[in-house]
């Protein structure tokens, strides 16, 4: 009689047991699934094309790039600010455009500098072999300049942060370019039909050695097209995204405009020494004015 008693408890508690067993089961199964519907319901979806704008601050050593006999440059660092847009077509690629602004400046010297003019005429129609010298000239240089640029975008997000890489041009616009020139001056002129050369003769504009100082003079600069590669990474935030960016210009274009002195430091023609006289920016001693250098640029990207 025992022996059924426990084999009738064993009977009914072991299906109760393994039904509440089960019952716990689906419970957490249901609880897993409401979890993850409450996830997918939550979770946005992202739509192409995708538009992306942010502002950032920029700083760096683009600036003019000269390359002449018997020049030097020093330049000072550059600074600036943009703000752009960016039209992602899909996760990886994108197109960027916007609009800079970037101040730089330097300070060209010029060693010594000698050239001479063979065939010429003076104000009376005579021959004359014009000889020009610069000595111990300096020259501080100042630009400002406006970019518009356009580049192809590519990114990779290998977890939180995206990395990117954008190849581009920029249309580029000097604003204002100014120079502070001073050194030594010196103008000869030999008249080979008389055999007659002036050294020191002012009242003809020929002199030997006389010291100069000009200010606040104009700059030319050609607009142009001029490419750089960049690239940066991405922090992700909850309102916008920060991102740090390193871009590079080769300096390939040449701003340099042909009348900004065809004859450097000839002088202001056959009149008194150049007291006065704006002499050519020894930027016209250069093969050609480029526009590069490195900039690295921070700043905020929103959706």
């Not at 000595?135 to 995206?162: A, F, H």
């Not at 030999?190 to 606040?216: A, C, M, R, W």
């Not at 002195?261 to 920016?281: C, D, I, K, M």
Request: proline share 5%; glycine share 10%.
């Amino acid at each position: 009689m025992k022996q059924i008693i426990i084999y009738v408890l064993i009977c009914t508690l072991v299906p109760a047991i393994l039904q509440a067993q089960e019952t716990k089961e689906e419970n957490k199964a249901d609880s897993s699934k409401t979890i993850v519907n409450k996830w997918d319901i939550n979770k946005k979806e992202i739509h192409y094309p995708r538009l992306h704008w942010g502002f950032s601050g920029e700083g760096g050593t683009f600036n003019l790039m000269l390359k002449g006999d018997n020049l030097s440059v020093k330049n000072d660092p550059s600074y600036g600010g943009n703000l752009f847009f960016e039209l992602k077509f899909a996760k990886w690629i994108g197109l960027e455009t916007g609009g800079s602004y970037i101040e730089l400046s330097g300070k060209v010297k010029v060693v010594s500098y000698s050239k001479t003019y063979t065939n010429l005429k003076d104000n009376q129609g005579d021959n004359i072999d014009l000889t020009v010298e610069a000595k111990g000239l300096e020259e501080s240089l100042t630009t400002s300049v406006i970019e518009i640029p356009l580049s192809l975008r590519l990114e990779w997000n290998p977890g939180k942060w995206t990395l990117y890489l954008k190849p581009g041009v920029a249309y580029t616009i000097a604003q204002t370019s100014n120079y502070k020139q001073r050194g030594t001056y010196t103008r000869t002129g030999y008249y080979p039909d008389f055999g007659i050369t002036f050294t020191n003769l002012s009242e003809h504009g020929f002199y030997t050695e006389v010291p100069h100082k000009q200010e606040d003079n104009k700059l030319e600069l050609n607009s142009g097209i001029n490419p750089f590669i960049g690239a940066g990474v991405i922090f992700p935030g909850i309102q916008g995204h920060f991102y740090i960016e390193g871009k590079y210009y080769p300096g390939s274009f040449d701003f340099k405009k042909s009348e900004n002195g065809t004859r450097p430091f000839e002088g202001p023609g056959y009149v008194y020494l150049p007291s006065n006289y704006a002499f050519s920016s020894a930027t016209a001693l250069s093969e050609k004015v480029g526009l590069g250098g490195f900039m690295v640029t921070i700043g905020f990207r929103f959706r």
